[in-house]
């Protein structure tokens, strides 16, 4: 399954960035546009694993629960 490069926009807005079969390579492309973002912009970049654009689209509008603060 290939790694897939969105940028989140505001209001939801997804944009395919590129494609990458090595997670090494989608990440070094993922921190090099972030890299590229304005101190306060509001666009976001995620890495995605699935196996499709249509699977890696409808894992990334899901809401996910907070992750456990400190020690539990």
């Known amino acids: 399954?290939?790694?897939y490069v969105y940028s989140i926009r505001s209001f939801g807005r997804l944009e395919l960035r590129d494609r990458f079969d090595a997670f090494r390579?989608?990440?070094?492309?993922?921190k090099t546009l972030r890299g590229q973002l304005g101190a306060g912009a509001s666009e976001q970049v995620k890495v995605i694993f699935a196996e499709s654009e249509?699977?890696?689209?409808?894992?990334?509008?899901?809401?996910?629960?907070?992750?456990?603060?400190?020690?539990?």
């Open 1 to 3: 399954m290939p790694y």
């Open 25 to 30: 390579d989608a990440s070094a492309h993922a």
């Open 54 to 72: 249509d699977q890696a689209v409808d894992l990334l509008c899901q809401p996910r629960a907070p992750q456990p603060q400190g020690d539990d």
